[in-house]
T-cell receptor, first 114, second 110 residues
Framework: EAQVTQNPRYLITVTGKKLTVTCSQN?????MSWYRQDPGLGLRQIYY???????DKGDVPEGYKVSRKEKRNFPLILESPSPNQTSLYFC?????????????FGNGTRLTVT | DQQVKQNSPSLSVQEGRISILNCDYTNSMFDYFLWYKKYPAEGPTFLIS?????DKNEDGRFTVFLNKSAKHLSLHIVPSQPGDSAVYFCAAKSFQKLVFGTGTRLLVSP
């Protein structure tokens, strides 16, 4: 089944404790992206990747890191999480962002930072 | 600055009636518009899209209208069904960026 898989689904952590949210897609998509969803703010892009070893900042990249060493994986790294990073996170992929390919989203990771 | 706005946070409609969800944008460089639907505990799923060179696109019960002069986009669902109850996001694409609106929660009651 074609899908985007995020892990974990739920995560509670404390301020400053490094964490990684994994994202994997099995559709051989070139483009991958991370979004956060917050009440009243919709979905905001954190980072995106056009292909392996090619990543760029989205609209809200502060406090986050990403890597794209393999085509299928695009982990989101919070080196020193803070409470304002408490949010619902979505990973997404598409064959290519150039053109009209819709994004395929994972089921989300709800992160709470205390 | 919110480039894509959905000014109605929620909408309630009776089953069988029309649901109209609205979206406004500010960037005239957007060349493609999409609607996504999101159920609780799931990621958004693609619903329907429209190119900026068109003013209407239809797919079954779903129709998207684009008014470029007004920078306005709307999604019509006819007839509405209880299973349509979800949060709907409009999104607009420019070059390599996809910008989402804040979402409208649709509730369709039997």
């Amino acid at each position: 089944e074609a899908q985007v898989t995020q892990n974990p689904r739920y995560l509670i952590t404390v301020t400053g404790k490094k964490l990684t949210v994994t994202c994997s897609q099995n559709m051989n998509h070139e483009y991958m992206s991370w979004y956060r969803q917050d009440p009243g703010l919709g979905l905001r892009q954190i980072y995106y990747s056009m292909n392996v070893e090619v990543t760029d900042k989205g609209d809200v990249p502060e406090g986050y890191k990403v890597s794209r060493k393999e085509k299928r994986n695009f982990p989101l790294i919070l080196e020193s999480p803070s409470p304002n990073q408490t949010s619902l996170y979505f990973c997404a992929s598409s064959p290519t962002v150039i053109g009209h390919s819709p994004l395929h989203f994972g089921n989300g990771t709800r992160l709470t930072v205390t | 600055d919110q480039q894509v706005k959905q000014n109605s946070p929620s909408l309630s409609v009776q089953e069988g009636r029309i649901s109209i969800l609205n979206c406004d944008y500010t960037n005239s460089m957007f060349d493609y518009f999409l609607w996504y639907k999101k159920y609780p505990a799931e990621g958004p799923t693609f619903l329907i899209s429209i190119s900026s060179i068109k003013d209407k696109n239809e797919d079954g019960r779903f129709t998207v209208f684009l008014n470029k002069s007004a920078k306005h986009l709307s999604l019509h669902i006819v007839p509405s069904q209880p299973g349509d109850s979800a949060v709907y996001f409009c999104a607009a694409k420019s070059f390599q960026k996809l910008v989402f609106g804040t979402g409208t929660r649709l509730l369709v009651s039997p």
